[in-house]
C-alpha cells in the first residue's frame, strides 16, 4: 500500500508564502508524475501543477510565475513553492502520485488527505 502525507497548509496574508510537501511511503518501484491539486469550497478538484520523474513541469495558468514545483527521487517528495498567495489561492491541496509497484505493473494512482491553505486579504 502507498500513502501520500502532505504538510505545510496554513493561514497566510495576501502576498505571503507558504511551502508544501508531500511524502510518499509504501511498496513503492517508481513514482512517474507526482503532482498538486487544489479544491475550493463549492469547486471542482483542479490541477495546479505536476512534475515527472524527469524533472518536466506544468502549471495552470493562474499560479504561473508564482508557484514552483519541485521533487526529491530519492525522498519520494514534492513540494510545492508558493509565493505571492492571493485570496483566490484559498483551498484545501491534494497530493497526487502515479506509480508503480513493479517494472511490470500498471501505474496506478493515489491521492493524500489534504492540508488547508487560506490565504486573508
Known amino acids: 500500500q502507498v500513502q501520500l502525507v502532505e504538510s505545510g497548509g496554513d493561514l497566510v496574508q495576501d502576498g505571503g508564502s507558504l511551502r508544501l510537501s508531500c511524502a510518499a511511503s509504501?511498496?513503492?518501484?517508481?513514482?512517474?508524475?507526482m503532482g498538486w491539486y487544489r479544491q475550493a469550497p463549492g469547486k471542482q478538484r483542479q490541477l495546479v501543477a505536476v512534475i515527472t520523474s524527469g524533472g518536466s513541469t506544468s502549471y495552470a495558468d493562474s499560479v504561473k510565475g508564482r508557484f514552483t514545483i519541485s521533487r526529491d527521487n530519492a525522498k519520494n517528495t514534492v513540494y510545492l513553492q508558493m509565493n505571492s498567495l492571493k485570496p483566490e489561492d484559498t483551498a484545501v491541496y491534494y497530493c497526487?502520485?502515479?506509480?508503480?509497484?513493479?517494472?511490470?505493473?500498471?501505474?496506478?494512482?493515489?491521492w493524500g488527505q489534504g492540508t488547508q491553505v487560506t490565504v486573508s486579504s
Open positions: 497526487n502520485a502515479l506509480f508503480k509497484y513493479s517494472d511490470a505493473a500498471l501505474p496506478r494512482s493515489t
Open positions: 509504501g511498496s513503492i518501484f517508481s513514482i512517474n508524475v
